[in-house]
């Protein structure tokens, strides 16, 4: 009982997202002929602990500011139902930062050697992923509950996990990369999106100010419509730039993810919208695995 607890509040669910950037960024990597396999390793392990790390606080810092209640929609959480104490979570919280830091420093040593320049500023990105994943709804100011949710994860799921783990590969950037990263943060905070138009009203009712709560709810849906088709006009343009015909598999993405913005635009039931969330997190990395696809196919000259 208490380890499918632990298990259901890891939440299984959510981390596509965090695997997603990272494959695109490593395939991005074989694509320019820079992809090393300790990289794509750490890089993996790393984001899937900052990902673990952002549930566990999630549901500790929603159930001290009550914002975890009967009201609420989706899965229950672990210290909400009561089979696991806000004491244990707490340490949870603090064993998994932990984790992730040693597997972040790990990363760090096969991807950047002796660039102790890059160090610092990876260093420094790495600090303010720890304290991102544990602060969007953990302590006095949690910045979930200010509606900057969605920066922080077009940034860490889009920016960074594409262009970050390209860049530990390669130890360099391509231009057309930010194309490909800006799409999969932009997929990214529209899983968000959706969650937060989901629980919009409990989650006003509780004080927590998400983008969805201060956009209200017909704006929050057009602001879902622009987020999706914002990231696959980003992927249509990256193939073109690179002139990959294989890339525009990604493109097989396209139906779907249009169709399940619409019904997000559309319905008004906290059931179908869980539904949808779920949906919209696999969708994301069916593109973003779709593409990556494409790309390697594209390194044979034929398929070109």
Not at 249 to 272: C, E, F, G, M, N
Request: hydrophobic fraction near 55%.
């Amino acid at each position: 009982m208490v380890l499918s607890a632990w298990i259901e509040a890891i939440r299984l669910r959510t981390l596509p997202l965090a695997t997603a950037s990272i494959l695109l960024g490593s395939a991005l990597a074989a694509y320019y002929h820079g992809f090393k396999t300790s990289v794509f390793i750490f890089s993996m392990t790393t984001a899937l602990l900052l990902q673990i790390l952002s549930n566990l606080a999630n549901d500790y810092g929603d159930a001290m500011h009550g914002t975890d209640n009967d009201s609420r929609v989706g899965p229950a959480r672990a210290i909400q139902s009561g089979v696991i104490s806000a004491a244990a979570m707490k340490r949870a919280v603090f064993i998994c930062a932990g984790l992730a830091i040693l597997s972040g420093l790990a990363l760090l040593t096969v991807g950047l050697a002796n660039n102790w320049r890059a160090w610092v500023c990876f260093i420094a990105l790495g600090i303010a992923a720890v304290i991102a994943a544990i602060t969007y709804t953990m302590g006095k100011m949690p910045y979930g509950y200010r509606g900057f949710g969605d920066i922080s994860v077009f940034l860490f799921f889009g920016l960074l996990g594409v262009a970050g783990s390209y860049y530990l590969h390669t130890g360099g950037l391509e231009r057309s990369v930010w194309l490909p990263a800006i799409a999969s943060g932009l997929l990214s905070a529209a899983v968000l999106n959706i969650n937060n138009i989901r629980d919009l009203e409990p989650d006003k009712a509780a004080g927590k100010h998400t983008l969805a709560v201060r956009l209200g709810a017909h704006l929050a849906r057009v602001y879902h419509q622009v987020l999706v088709l914002g990231a696959l006009v980003a992927f249509v343009l990256f193939v073109r730039e690179v002139h990959s015909y294989a890339g525009y598999l990604v493109l097989l993405a396209a139906i779907p993810l249009v169709k399940s913005a619409w019904t997000v635009y559309h319905s008004r039931d906290p059931q179908i919208l869980d539904g949808l969330l779920k949906q919209t997190a696999k969708l994301s990395l069916f593109a973003n695995v779709s593409l990556s696809v494409g790309l390697l196919i594209s390194m044979y000259p034929a398929f070109r």
